[in-house]
């Protein structure tokens, strides 16, 4: 009975929740593009890129950072003219839009395609990946789960970050991956989602899990994407059998979070676990001290404190 109800819930998990609006999002492209990114001195970016046989060039602005979430006040989020500024200014800006940032300084970061430092200290990025991928590596059907999202931020100071860790879980039946995202010392999570897990206020996030090397083939594959809780940022996600396609245990995992605010995405990784052995001294160690950091990170929510 447990074994058919945790497939029949990952069945209804193969539908892809969209993706929040935040690092936020500027296209989607079929394949791979070149990007061009200009910051002029008054805090606006422009990006180039081609969509097909045509060029694009996107003005973005106002805003940078993330703010600690609030139910009273919305999350930041830039101001973006698809029309190269003749929308918002009566000018096509584009066609002579200044530079004033200089060479990328900053954190390494994932997926990125373009990058520069402001002349007041910030960071603006251009970050280019699959983000819609089905999961239980599922291969993509529709064309915007083929696609890849080209995603803006702009940020001072700290980006976010990922705690990931792995261990066992149900008595050790199963593989789980669990942690923590925070932005400043601070969690990140959202208030509210609709049915199928997509974040339906402006603070709620969504994480990306892919497994490498497992029962759904070789590389990189999804897993399964999913929101931080209120109010910890904690997560955990475990590793249940699936009709058909094994239970999506790898030899790594990733985790991709799009981060809070306009701040950038940011992944962490962490190595797969074998099968729980039972009567190992050593297996049982690990998980014990892996459950001292769950319990940790869990303390004060309601979420992810089972073992």
């Not at 819930?9 to 989607?28: E, I, K, N």
């Not at 699959?130 to 590596?137: E, L, R």
């Not at 008595?171 to 990140?188: A, D, I, L, M, N």
Request: hydrophobic letters at 35%.
């Amino acid at each position: 009975m447990f074994r058919i109800a945790l497939t029949a819930l990952a069945a209804l998990a193969v539908v892809l929740p969209p993706a929040a609006p935040a690092s936020q999002f500027v296209d989607h492209v079929r394949s791979r593009v070149p990007v061009a990114l200009r910051v002029d001195g008054s805090g606006r970016a422009m990006v180039y890129y081609r969509k097909g046989a045509a060029a694009r060039h996107v003005l973005v602005a106002g805003a940078v950072n993330a703010r600690a979430p609030s139910r009273s006040v919305r999350q930041v989020r830039f101001r973006i003219d698809y029309s190269g500024g003749w929308r918002s200014t009566g000018h096509a800006l584009w066609k002579n839009f200044p530079n004033a940032c200089g060479a990328y300084d900053g954190p390494a970061l994932p997926a990125v395609v373009a990058a520069c430092k402001a002349s007041n200290g910030s960071y603006w990025t251009v970050q280019e990946w699959m983000v819609d991928q089905p999961n239980f590596g599922v291969a993509p059907w529709l064309a915007r789960q083929r696609s890849f999202s080209l995603r803006v931020s702009h940020w001072s100071g700290e980006t976010p970050q990922v705690e990931l860790h792995a261990d066992w879980i149900y008595s050790k039946h199963f593989h789980e991956v669990f942690g923590r995202v925070t932005y400043r010392g601070q969690p990140v999570y959202g208030f509210s989602h609709d049915s199928r897990g997509a974040p339906t206020d402006s603070y709620g996030r969504l994480l990306y899990l892919d497994t490498l090397n497992s029962s759904y083939g070789s590389g990189w594959r999804r897993e399964n994407a999913f929101l931080s809780h209120e109010p910890t940022g904690v997560f955990c996600n475990g590793f249940y059998p699936h009709s058909g396609r094994g239970t999506g245990v790898g030899s790594r995992y990733r985790l991709r979070l799009i981060g809070p605010g306009v701040t950038p995405d940011v992944e962490a990784t962490v190595g797969g676990l074998h099968d729980y052995r039972a009567g190992s001294s050593a297996d049982a160690a690990y998980e014990s001290r892996a459950n001292q950091v769950l319990d940790r990170l869990a303390a004060g929510g309601p979420s992810c404190h089972r073992h």
